[in-house]
């Protein structure tokens, strides 16, 4: 089993930044892809950004050039740094653990923080 805690959401002005965090306990991290969702109201939850046990990053068009996706395998830890944010980036924000070589698969949620871009 793993637990995953977020931190670092909050409201911050159209243009500034935040930098999310996620701590994972457990065995798995380094031979998991790590990633973060988000879910706005109304709307079905989305990759933001993944990271792979090689370093290899994937992020959806809308952040692209904007969030930063890291992972500290010593820390079990991922973060998602993210500038230029809009008010479109509002959301709940989700850190996703999923294990390669495990049977059966497996996928780990955090329970979420929220990020409101507003003026």
């Known amino acids: 089993q793993v637990q995953l805690v977020e931190s670092g959401g909050g409201l911050v002005q159209p243009g500034g930044s935040l930098r999310l965090s996620c701590a994972a306990s457990g065995s798995i991290f380094s031979i998991s892809i790590m990633g973060w969702y988000r879910q706005a109201p109304g709307k079905q939850r989305e990759l933001v950004a993944s990271?792979?046990?090689?370093?290899?990053?994937n992020y959806s068009d809308s952040v692209k050039g904007r969030f930063n996706i890291s992972r500290d395998n010593a820390k079990n830890t991922v973060a998602l740094q993210m500038n230029s944010l809009k008010p479109e980036d509002t959301a709940a924000y989700y850190c996703?653990?999923?294990?390669?070589?495990?049977?059966?698969?497996?996928?780990?949620w955090g329970q979420g923080t929220q990020v409101t871009i507003s003026s």
């Open positions: 990271i792979d046990t090689g370093g290899t990053i």
């Open positions: 996703n653990c999923r294990p390669l070589g495990i049977s059966p698969p497996a996928s780990f």
